[in-house]
């Protein structure tokens, strides 16, 4: 991997935000990486290059066959979103490298006393000896995608380094909004990527390859409650978040990600955002059968539905 295209582009900041797909890319700063990424891409010859209006960037590689070659190569494609997950933390990354990693505990942040722990995270102990990139504790690192987005941008420059590297046309995608949705890969023009078969490269494990994947869904479950003073609310106020609580609790606690692996599905309460007067429950869906994807998102509204009648009476309605 080159070191050099990991800092360059996690200093990127490129997250992304969900909004329904209103504004395709959702953030401003993921058009920086496209424009990045293509004027690398032009520099390593690439043709067919094209950036769409939803700031997907789609390129060709062109064969390198044996002079002669007569039979048939599959047209190949590698696809990497550009985004970074949004998080309560800087949006700024500053990368560093932890050089022949010890194996022990690995200090991002002196200064602040920000301490990754060997014992929290003991999938440290297959990287011993090895050097890691790492952020200084301030934001997240980015690795999910701009590890993968430098890998495959390493491999190009490989194949058009080294003419003994033979192989048919190769494609790349590079899409917005992955975390919020596969926003971006739902906007590839495949006639732009007109390929045989692609991997999709996201930050996996060293030697991961990933076959197939689950049904994915969001619910987003409103409460509206009554505001009142405190001096005044006794028998008025009905507090939001506290009816959240009420309604998350209805979930079964053993079908959460925690509890579940392998292909079990699962409901998962990503998030609560709350105030006086509303709170906002989101949940994700996972299952890798499709009867059992669309039978938990009949759970959830069957849920909706028996937490109003119960406590229709406390003035608030779930919508």
Request: glycine share 8%; proline share 4%; net charge negative.
């Amino acid at each position: 991997m080159n070191w050099w295209n990991v800092f360059k582009y996690a200093q990127v900041p490129s997250r992304s935000k969900g909004n329904g797909g209103k504004q395709i890319p959702s953030t401003e700063s993921q058009w920086d990486m496209i424009h990045l990424l293509r004027e690398e891409c032009e520099e390593l010859g690439l043709t067919d290059l094209h950036v769409s209006s939803k700031a997907v960037l789609t390129g060709r590689l062109p064969a390198h066959l044996p002079d002669g070659f007569c039979g048939t190569v599959p047209v190949i494609g590698f696809c990497a979103h550009v985004d970074t997950v949004d998080v309560s933390l800087s949006p700024e990354v500053h990368p560093q490298i932890i050089r022949n990693y010890d194996g022990g505990d690995i200090i991002l942040n002196e200064a602040l006393g920000i301490i990754m722990k060997r014992t929290e995270h003991p999938e440290l102990a297959r990287y011993e000896g090895q050097d890691i990139i790492v952020s200084d504790g301030t934001s997240v690192l980015g690795a999910d995608n701009k590890s993968a987005i430098a890998n495959i941008m390493t491999a190009l420059n490989t194949l058009i380094k080294e003419p003994s590297r033979y192989h048919g046309d190769i494609y790349v995608a590079f899409v917005p909004d992955e975390e919020v949705g596969l926003i971006g890969a739902k906007n590839i023009d495949y006639k732009k990527f007109p390929v045989d078969f692609a991997y999709t490269i996201d930050s996996c494990e060293l030697g991961e390859f990933v076959y197939e994947t689950f049904n994915a869904g969001t619910a987003t479950v409103t409460i509206h409650g009554v505001s009142a003073h405190p001096m005044s609310a006794k028998g008025v106020l009905v507090n939001p978040t506290l009816l959240a609580v009420d309604f998350i609790n209805m979930f079964n606690r053993e079908e959460t990600p925690e509890c579940t692996e392998g292909k079990e599905g699962y409901i998962w309460c990503k998030g609560v955002q709350s105030n006086q007067s509303t709170a906002i429950v989101t949940l994700n869906i996972r299952d890798h059968d499709k009867v059992k994807y669309e039978a938990k998102k009949e759970l959830i509204e069957k849920i909706r539905q028996n937490f109003n009648s119960n406590i229709l009476e406390q003035r608030f309605l779930v919508k």
